[in-house]
């Protein structure tokens, strides 16, 4: 493991342990090179997932960037932060067993919909917005009345 400090690849774990989440090991590490101290995190990846976008491109899925956009309709939202990284983790152990290496972005979409529904109707809709590129509150208005029946 490469040092974020001084970029030596001389370091050594002190201390390991299951995450919060327990999805992943946390450890401790230290550089011989520099002596600072640092945190990886090591998960479990059971295939190598890309993403193809609506445009036709494919892209390596990037957690971190599924969460940053769950967390961006979660603003403000009265929603602890472990709800995140529980819907991240669980959509991509989805991802990885349902058996395909390809997930289009829309799969990856309405996963999201799906979760963010039960969880926050305001991040639904938040979400909803972007995901289905609403133009208008007409938009607005439809996906509402679609709450209301369902």
Known sequence: MR???????????KDSRPADDGT????????NGCGERFTTFERVQLRELTVVKTDGRRVPFDRDKL???IRVAL????????????????LQRRLETDGDSEV??????RMVLERLKELDQVAYVRFASVYEN?????DFQDL??????G
């Open 3 to 13: 040092c974020p400090f001084c970029g030596s690849e001389d370091t050594q774990v």
């Open 24 to 31: 992943s090991i946390r450890r401790r590490r230290v550089c």
């Open 67 to 69: 969460g940053r956009s």
């Open 75 to 90: 603003r403000k939202r009265p929603v602890e932060e472990g709800a995140v990284d529980r819907i991240v983790n669980s």
């Open 104 to 109: 289009t972005s829309k799969q990856i979409g």
């Open 134 to 138: 609403f133009r208008e509150a007409k």
């Open 144 to 149: 509402l009345g679609s709450l209301d029946n």
